[in-house]
Every structure is written in C-alpha cells, then in structure tokens.
C-alpha cells in the first residue's frame, strides 16, 4: 500500500544545534501532518500543513519548530535550537483529503544530547 | 479538551482466544473514533473507523462498536493469531476539526502479545 518514508529512522543531535527530520509523503496526498511521541506515552498531534500553509499547530509545536515544503519535495520538520525536551519519536502522515485515510511513516526517533 | 484513555498498557493472550482491548474517550462534540495498529518495526496502520450510522467497523476479524453512552470504542475479535501481536492505538477526531483527520488525539497504545 501507500508509504510514507522517514530518514533517517534514527538522529542524534547536539542540544542546541538545529535538526531537519526529513518525510516523503505519498506522492499525491495534499494534507500532511507531525506528531511527537514522548518515550512511555501517547502520540501527541504538532501540526498540520495544507497548500504551503500551516493549518492547525499544537501547544507542542514551540516557536523553535518550523515546517515547510517546497516545491513539492520533502515535507520537513526543523527544529532551531533543539532542547533535551524535543528528545522523542516524530512521526509524520499524510493523507489525499481531509477525511480520507491518513498514513503514518514509522518515525525518527530523535535524541538530543 | 479531547483525550483518549487505553486502560491495559499489555495483553497478553493464547492463540484462539477472543482479544477486548478497552478505549474509552472524552470529547466535547461527538467525534469519529479509530484503531490504529503498528507492528513490530512499521508504521501505525488504519485497522478501523466508526462511521456516522452506527454501523460496526469491521476489519481483518476485528470490530469494534461506538458507544455513546458509555463514551466507549472497544475493539474485539474473536480468536486471536500469533500475527495480531501488536501495538493497537485508540484515536478520536473531534467534531471541531470538522470530523476530520487535522487532528487526530491517540491514547497511550496497547500493546497485544499473542502466544501459542
């Protein structure tokens, strides 16, 4: 079926430094979307992202964290600068409409050191 | 605001049994709820959505029925197989995203083994 791709699977970073996870949403889905999932507990929504714009973010989704993507390609999560608290797995989803399926990546676990 | 309670963190079950993992929700409108299932090293997959005649979702023999009045979408099946040992999420869109997937409030997961 349809895949969502996350790479790396797996990304430490220096507390402090700025990081990129990177997704390739499937190709014709037009709604995209980061969720954080804190060691031990549930997924938790960060934002969505539809035609270039940012549609609905999360408390979560702190002014460090940015998304875009541009000219179609990656849809990415940047974080400038990365706290110890952004220590999690990032999944990210997309979906061809608004009601339709979403599906998920398998995440980047990202650890911030 | 919405949130989604999973009470077992683990099931453990014998193949052949029937599989209850409990959801319960708290929403201000009523919402859609799913399962979402992510197998070992996979993504979470869509395993069922309520719909809005009260219809049973039903998938893979699993099912699951929307009480309102109990506020509760648990998901069950029959017999399980040693391929259902899982993480199963419980997860609510509320009517305030307009039914849809902007965004999705997941509970904690339970996580299913299945043995022989």
């Known amino acids: 079926g349809p895949k969502v791709l996350q790479i790396p699977s797996h990304q430490i970073i220096d507390m402090g430094q700025m990081v990129t996870l990177n997704c390739d949403p499937v190709?014709?889905?037009?709604?995209f979307y980061w969720y954080k999932q804190i060691l031990g507990q549930q997924m938790e929504f960060l934002v969505n992202?539809?035609?270039?714009?940012?549609?609905?973010k999360s408390k979560l989704f702190k002014d460090q964290f940015s998304v875009e993507r541009p000219d179609g390609s990656y849809f990415t999560l940047k974080i400038q600068p990365t706290a110890l608290e952004d220590s999690a797995v990032y999944f990210c989803a997309s979906s061809l409409d608004r009601n339709t399926e979403v599906f998920f990546g398998k995440g980047t676990r990202l650890t911030v050191v | 605001g919405d949130s989604v309670t999973q009470t077992e963190g683990l099931v453990t079950l014998t193949e052949g049994l029937p599989v209850m993992l409990n959801c319960t929700y708290q929403?201000?409108?009523?919402?859609?709820l799913f399962w979402y299932v992510q197998h070992l090293n996979e993504a979470p997959k869509l395993l069922l959505k309520?719909?809005?005649?009260?219809k049973r979702p039903e998938h893979q023999g699993f099912h699951a029925t929307l009480h309102k009045s109990s506020s509760s979408f648990h998901l069950q099946k029959s017999s399980a197989q040693l391929s259902d040992s899982a993480l199963y999420y419980c997860?609510?869109?509320?009517?305030?995203?307009?039914?849809?997937?902007?965004?999705?409030?997941f509970g904690k997961g339970t996580l299913l083994t299945v043995t022989p």
């Open positions: 997860a609510l869109s509320g009517l305030n995203s307009g039914g849809s997937n902007y965004k999705l409030t």
């Open positions: 929403s201000t409108y009523s919402p859609f």
């Open positions: 992202f539809y035609n270039g714009k940012v549609m609905e």
């Open positions: 309520s719909f809005t005649d009260n």
């Open positions: 190709s014709n889905h037009l709604y």
